[in-house]
């Protein structure tokens, strides 16, 4: 199956643990944490959108950048904002602070897309993983619905969209030390992403 997909990086968090910092380009042995995953979808990917509230900021990537069309942050509204500039039949969405991100498990999920499929998306023993997860245009309308109706939960979506899963299994195959859903959530998380950079 020849995909129509962008790659769509997530990156219009608030950075609260950051105090209001932004994450994206806290620095992870001389690069920032973004780097590795627009790097790879930069490689995979003919399109790749930035989803940002500060779009000045990443100017020098080689990337589109977008913001919002709703003012409510959450990953829902940047799925949306992805879907609808992306002119692509799905994107792949990621979170722009998973610096471990491996290309074997995006090309497990771009691998088990199929016609009739809102969403793909892999579970990990942690869970359903939204932000790891190819989704298809025809999904936006119902994704709009829910942010209309302020219902910002990606798994209330789940409700009314064909979603595929893709079994642990396969996932824990393409990355079994599970690396591409480390994500860094607080300043703690940070420090671990150095340490593991620097044995690497």
């Given at each position: 199956?020849?995909?129509?997909?962008?790659?769509?990086i997530?990156?219009?968090?608030?950075?609260?643990?950051?105090?209001?910092?932004?994450?994206?380009?806290?620095?992870?042995?001389?690069?920032?944490?973004?780097?590795?995953?627009?790097?790879?979808?930069?490689?995979?990917?003919?399109?790749?959108?930035?989803?940002?509230?500060?779009?000045?900021?990443?100017?020098?990537?080689?990337?589109?950048?977008?913001?919002?069309?709703?003012?409510?942050?959450?990953s829902?509204?940047?799925?949306?904002?992805?879907?609808?500039?992306?002119?692509?039949?799905?994107?792949?969405?990621?979170?722009?602070?998973?610096?471990?991100?491996?290309?074997?498990?995006?090309?497990?999920?771009?691998?088990?897309?199929?016609?009739?499929?809102?969403?793909?998306?892999?579970?990990?023993?942690?869970?359903?993983?939204?932000?790891?997860?190819?989704?298809?245009s025809?999904?936006?309308?119902?994704?709009?619905?829910?942010?209309?109706?302020?219902?910002?939960?990606?798994?209330?979506?789940?409700?009314?969209?064909?979603?595929?899963?893709?079994?642990?299994?396969?996932v824990?195959?393409?990355d079994?030390?599970?690396?591409?859903?480390?994500?860094?959530?607080?300043?703690?998380?940070?420090?671990?992403?150095?340490f593991?950079?620097?044995?690497?």
């Amino acid at each position: 199956m020849d995909l129509s997909c962008s790659g769509v990086i997530l990156a219009g968090g608030r950075s609260s643990r950051f105090d209001g910092v932004n994450k994206a380009f806290m620095d992870l042995r001389g690069r920032p944490v973004i780097a590795p995953v627009a790097n790879l979808l930069g490689q995979m990917f003919s399109r790749v959108l930035i989803v940002t509230h500060d779009p000045l900021a990443y100017l020098p990537w080689d990337t589109g950048i977008v913001t919002d069309l709703f003012s409510v942050r959450s990953s829902l509204t940047g799925i949306h904002t992805g879907l609808f500039y992306a002119q692509t039949s799905y994107i792949f969405a990621v979170a722009c602070d998973t610096p471990f991100i491996r290309r074997s498990v995006v090309e497990l999920v771009l691998s088990e897309v199929e016609p009739g499929v809102d969403a793909v998306m892999p579970r990990t023993p942690a869970g359903l993983e939204p932000l790891c997860a190819v989704y298809a245009s025809q999904s936006l309308s119902v994704v709009e619905r829910h942010l209309r109706e302020e219902k910002f939960k990606i798994r209330r979506v789940f409700e009314n969209l064909r979603v595929k899963v893709i079994p642990e299994q396969k996932v824990m195959a393409a990355d079994p030390a599970l690396d591409t859903f480390f994500n860094i959530n607080t300043p703690a998380d940070l420090e671990t992403a150095r340490f593991r950079m620097e044995k690497s």
